[in-house]
T-cell receptor, first 110, second 115 residues
Framework: DAKTTQPPSMDCAEGRAANLPCNHS???????VYWYRQIHSQGPQYIIHGLKNNETNEMASLIITEDRKSSTLILPHATLRDTAVYYC???????????FGPGTRLSVLP | DSGVTQTPKHLITATGQRVTLRCSPRSGDLSVYWYQQSLDQGLQFLIQYYNGEERAKGNILERFSAQQFPDLHSELNLSSLELGDSALYFCASSPTGTPGEDTQYFGPGTRLTVL
């Protein structure tokens, strides 16, 4: 199973960009990278996903390296409400399910 | 609001009892997933149903069972409850099982406390 490695915690100043890295060096060619976040004990919230190309939506941007061994989630202007645990997940084989690791605890500081 | 609803929000019960958690997926979603999140275990996948049939099983105990009904809502049944079953239980739904089109949307969860 492809696994991911994320730093356990990060800080970011309010209004600045938050760049959250994820290493997935064993990813296969047809596996997607998904990002979710969980604020307190709420249900995880979908952020973005991608396969090869960089992706952007209203919440964030996902930058995937050319060799696909790592990716970065970018929150362009972090706010206090972005304080959460961020999970980088590699979608396993078709039909398999999401495996949530410990994630990165992002603290946005005023 | 993800569109996934879960009831009840909180549940307090005693050891040895049986409870049922209910989930209504987003309109049009065919897949339902159940997860358990305890303090020391993180988010653990339990089971997935797709259009009424079991699709995948994770770390689900034999004391736990689930089903998805024709109207696509799902129920998770937990029996012979133990203190260690105290956790948040999340339901998620997705449109299909096609990679890239199976983004899971999570409900607000049910907090189960076993005393």
């Amino acid at each position: 199973d492809a696994k991911t490695t994320q730093p356990p915690s990060m800080d970011c100043a309010e209004g600045r960009a938050a760049n959250l890295p994820c290493n997935h060096s064993t990813i296969s060619g047809n596996e997607y990278v998904y990002w979710y976040r969980q604020i307190h004990s709420q249900g995880p919230q979908y952020i973005i996903h991608g396969l090869k190309n960089n992706e952007t939506n209203e919440m964030a941007s996902l930058i995937i390296t050319e060799d696909r061994k790592s990716s970065t989630l970018i929150l362009p202007h972090a706010t206090l409400r972005d304080t959460a645990v961020y999970y980088c997940i590699v979608r396993l084989r078709y039909g398999q399910n999401f495996v949530f690791g410990p994630g990165t605890r992002l603290s946005v500081l005023p | 609001d993800s569109g996934v609803t879960q009831t009840p929000k909180h549940l307090i019960t005693a050891t040895g009892q049986r409870v049922t958690l209910r989930c209504s997926p987003r309109s049009g979603d065919l897949s339902v997933y159940w997860y358990q999140q305890s303090l020391d275990q993180g988010l653990q996948f339990l089971i997935q149903y797709y259009n009424g049939e079991e699709r995948a099983k994770g770390n689900i105990l034999e004391r736990f069972s689930a089903q998805q009904f024709p109207d696509l809502h799902s129920e998770l049944n937990l029996s012979s409850l133990e203190l260690g079953d105290s956790a948040l239980y999340f339901c998620a739904s997705s449109p299909t099982g096609t990679p890239g089109e199976d983004t899971q949307y999570f409900g607000p969860g049910t907090r189960l406390t076993v005393l």
